[in-house]
């Protein structure tokens, strides 16, 4: 069975674009989390996303939005580029909204802004 | 504030060896622990996981201690081998859509 699956794996954008990652959950897991992680540090959260509806938010400026679409896979966007939105980006899946699941993770998209 | 913090950021053993990797929470409400292992150039890899409503939980080479008097998590690995080696974060969760994860701890196994 496919994990979860994230595209791109590596991204150079410059300062003030937009970009879009992308991701897959393992099937039949309807929830989606987001998280950045910086270099050197833990994961930070982002996003949770549910049945296509957003379930919360992390402390992530308005720049940063996304959506679930009705087969479950998820986007991430993020406006207005910063250099200090230079990281790894992550995507998991769980199978349900509780957070008593352990997340499954992809091995994310590294996003370098220049 | 939140926060999941590790006493060591990085931990050297010998192949072989038992390895102990510590981690302290913050927040008391946190009933569900999780310890991740990420290898360079992946994402997070679930190892294992504890309730708060046990004191420890065994995996196959791995075992979860929870503290909860002191707010203190820890994952033992047994008879360390060099794909061990990785950094490690303890995630906590307290019943919300989120987890919070540690700064993470760098284990390195020696030859």
């Known amino acids: 069975d496919a994990g979860v699956t994230q595209s791109p794996t590596h991204l150079i954008k410059t300062r003030g674009q937009q970009v879009t990652l992308r991701c897959s959950p393992i099937s039949g897991h309807k929830s989606v989390s987001w998280y950045q992680q910086v270099l050197g540090q833990g994961p930070q959260f982002i996003f949770q996303?549910?049945?296509?509806?957003?379930?919360g938010r992390g402390n992530f400026p308005d720049r940063f939005s996304a959506r679930q679409f009705p087969n479950y896979s998820s986007e991430l966007n993020v406006n207005a580029l910063l250099l200090g939105d230079s990281a790894l980006y992550l995507c998991?899946?769980?199978?349900?909204?509780?957070?008593?699941?352990?997340?499954?993770f992809g091995s994310g998209t590294r996003l370098t802004v220049v | 504030g939140e926060s999941v913090g590790l006493h060591l950021p990085t931990l050297s053993v010998q192949e072989g060896d038992n390895s102990i990797i510590n981690c302290a929470y913050s927040n008391s409400a946190s009933d569900y622990f999780i310890w991740y292992k990420q290898e360079s150039g992946k994402g997070p890899q679930f190892i294992i996981d504890i309730r708060s409503n046990m004191d420890k939980r065994q995996g196959q080479r791995v075992t979860v201690l929870l503290n909860k008097t002191v707010k203190h998590l820890s994952l033992q690995i047994a008879a360390t081998q060099p794909g061990d080696s990785a950094v490690y974060f303890c995630a906590e969760n307290s019943g919300t859509y989120k987890y919070i994860f540690g700064t993470g701890t760098r284990l390195k196994v020696l030859a």
């Open positions: 998991a899946s769980s199978p349900g909204q509780a957070n008593n699941y352990g997340y499954t």
């Open positions: 996303y549910y049945e296509k509806e957003e379930r």
